[in-house]
T-cell receptor
Framework: TQLLEQSPQFLSIQEGENLTVYCNSS?????LQWYRQEPGEGPVLLVT?????EVKKLKRLTFQFGDARKDSSLHITAAQTGDTGLYLC?????????????????FGQGTILTVHP | DAEITQSPRHKITETGRQVTLACHQT?????MFWYRQDLGHGLRLIHY???????NKGEVSDGYSVSRSNTEDLPLTLESAASSQTSVYFC???????????????FGPGTRLTVL
């Protein structure tokens, strides 16, 4: 069974501060995704990282995939109150059947981020 | 616009009753998934389907069943509801993996189930 350890579980910061969320595993994943979830809603995809060492930027958010494709990080610069929410990392693994690949996700426990004004 | 919907959004039931949660997607995705979300556990996979008539057990499948009779729907049934099944349930769908896609999943809004 593949596991993803996400840390920290809770993060409470002031507006303008920087923060980093970590996602670690002993398993290699084909790709890794980051989702953001707001109360009462389902998770929404932020980004997918595929290549070891890959860095992607989405405005103030920077996502990095580890060289060995076992870990990832999300860094937010100058956090805003609108960044408040639950952040989830998820690793993709594939099953092969009949020549077709079928993917499924393993999720980390999530990080609840609260940004105070 | 394509979407994925879940019903009901809230459900209260009693221990021992059978409950069915509906999930409907108009993305025309082959893959559909059911998760439960509990604090400290993230999202845990209950059942999933890679196409019509295909169903597979996830990591927490005991007490749950699914059936896939068409592309759009994957209802989740709790055979005999237990208090341990009180949770928020999310349905998701994804396109078949290809060189362009990496199993990105689209989620419904969730169903909050309380078993008394």
């Amino acid at each position: 069974t593949q596991l993803l350890e996400q840390s920290p579980q809770f993060l409470s910061i002031q507006e303008g501060e920087n923060l980093t969320v970590y996602c670690n595993s002993s398993s290699v994943f084909s790709s890794l995704q980051w989702y953001r979830q707001e109360p009462g809603e389902g998770p929404v995809l932020l980004v997918t990282v595929v290549t070891g060492g890959e860095v992607k930027k989405l405005k103030r958010l920077t996502f990095q995939f580890g060289d060995a494709r076992k870990d990832s990080s999300l860094h937010i610069t100058a956090a805003q109150t609108g960044d408040t929410g639950l952040y989830l990392c998820a690793g993709t693994s594939y099953e092969n059947a009949g020549g077709t690949s079928y993917g499924k996700l393993t999720f980390g426990q999530g990080t609840i981020l609260t940004v105070h004004p | 616009d394509a979407e994925i919907t879940q019903s009901p959004r809230h459900k209260i039931t009693e221990t021992g009753r059978q409950v069915t949660l509906a999930c409907h997607q108009t993305w025309n995705h082959n893959n559909m998934f059911w998760y439960r979300q509990d604090l400290g556990h993230g999202l845990r996979l209950i059942h999933y389907s890679y196409g019509v008539q295909d169903t597979n057990k996830g990591e927490v499948s005991d007490g749950y069943s699914v059936s896939r009779s068409n592309t759009e729907d994957l209802p989740l049934t709790l055979e005999s509801a237990a208090s341990s099944q009180t949770s928020v349930y999310f349905c998701a769908s994804s396109d078949r993996a290809s060189g362009r896609t990496h199993n990105e999943q689209f989620f419904g809004p969730g169903t909050r189930l309380t078993v008394l």
